[in-house]
């Protein structure tokens, strides 16, 4: 039975990763560290509330004794690091608390690890020569795109972020990639671009404009609703994790993007239409007489691609679902989990 530490899972992706994984390996035991910030719940892991190979750790990143102990209590093996403030807005109105977990924090689980792991730059003790370092990352260090359809995101694409959010996530990516080529450490990095699906926080845009539209509140759209993402399903982006973490070659970056550009016109436009079928208003009427412009976020960047056939090619990985699949699967799960009778 191999010990992996597994960071932030309460969250989003995490919590969607950690069934998959546990399900797929039975030789893996998981130790899951999280907060349990606002943005953490453990009713997203209800699933393996009663997995015996699934441990809960609340506890914060930062706390080196800690992450020392848990790295010598279950023999950890491998890590995968999703823990990350990752909402925008909130690093605008508070960029320290960014700062301190997305940096401090991943230099505190990595330094652990080659600590434990290794003996000295470029030596491995004796049985932890697989030990491996899996930081989530995100496509929003590499700043923004122009509306060339051809303009996509490459692992070689310079960093440029644009916020304090993704540059605390572009250091973060730094630090890993220095333990790499400084002490020889196992490391690998995927940068994803926007996960949607089951259990994202209700502060992100597409479960923002489900819950307003059932609740019968105006949908907030900023600015003039043009700004382009790739949306990658959440189920492909475990698999894409899962891939890399095994098979991806030590040292190597590796983007995973869906290749499903939408505006967040056409994303509004498409839950409001699938909505007015699989969830009639009282009235009759549109849920898209709820969209409501509002005042855009400060540096909004424009528009992210990612140019995933790294991925692709050397690994074998490729997204399952395209926009139109996943998105009726995301909504099916909100109303099925909130839905309040609509009006």
């Known amino acids: 039975m191999k010990s992996l530490l597994v960071t932030g899972c309460a969250g989003f992706i995490g919590s969607n990763f950690v069934p998959y994984f546990l399900e797929k390996y039975p030789d893996y035991t998981i130790i899951n560290l999280d907060l349990l910030t606002y943005a953490g719940n453990m009713e997203n892991l209800v699933e393996v509330a009663n997995n015996e190979r699934h441990i809960f750790v609340q506890g914060d990143i930062c706390d080196r004794a800690l992450i020392e102990s848990l790295f010598s209590q279950h023999d950890i093996r491998g890590v995968i690091h999703f823990a990350a403030e990752s909402h925008v807005d909130n690093s605008i109105k508070n ?15 990595i330094d652990v690890a080659y600590k434990t792991w290794m003996e000295k730059p470029f ?9 491996r370092f899996h930081h989530i990352s995100t496509d929003e260090v590499y700043g923004t795109l122009s509306d060339d359809p051809s303009d996509l995101f490459t692992e070689s694409t310079p960093y440029a972020p644009n916020s304090p959010y993704s540059a605390s996530k572009a250091g973060s990516d730094m630090i890993v990639r220095s333990y790499h080529h400084t002490y020889g450490m196992n490391t690998v990095i995927t940068n994803c671009s926007n996960n949607y699906g089951p259990k994202q926080h209700n502060e992100k845009l597409i479960p923002t ?6 609740s019968g509140e105006n949908i907030p759209v900023y600015g003039d609703g043009k700004n382009i993402r790739d949306w990658l399903y959440v189920l492909d982006h475990c698999k894409g994790i899962d891939l890399v973490y095994h098979t991806g070659r030590s040292g190597e970056v590796y983007n995973i993007g869906g290749r499903n550009e939408r505006n967040n016109n056409q994303i509004v436009d498409r839950i409001c239409t699938l909505l007015d079928t699989m969830q009639p208003r009282d009235s009759g009427t549109s849920y898209k007489e709820l969209i409501t412009y509002v005042e855009d976020r400060a540096g909004h960047d424009r528009r992210y691609a990612i140019n995933a056939t790294k991925i692709e090619t050397e690994l074998g990985w490729s997204a399952d679902e395209n ?11 909100y109303l099925k989990k909130y839905a309040p009778k609509a009006s």
């Open 209 to 214: 404009v489900i819950r307003k539209a059932l």
């Open 323 to 333: 926009f139109d699949t996943g998105i009726v699967k995301t909504i099916e799960w």
């Open 95 to 109: 960029p320290g608390v960014f700062i301190q977990t997305n940096v401090n924090g991943t230099f505190t689980l």
């Open 123 to 131: 030596v491995y003790k004796a049985g932890y020569e697989e030990c």
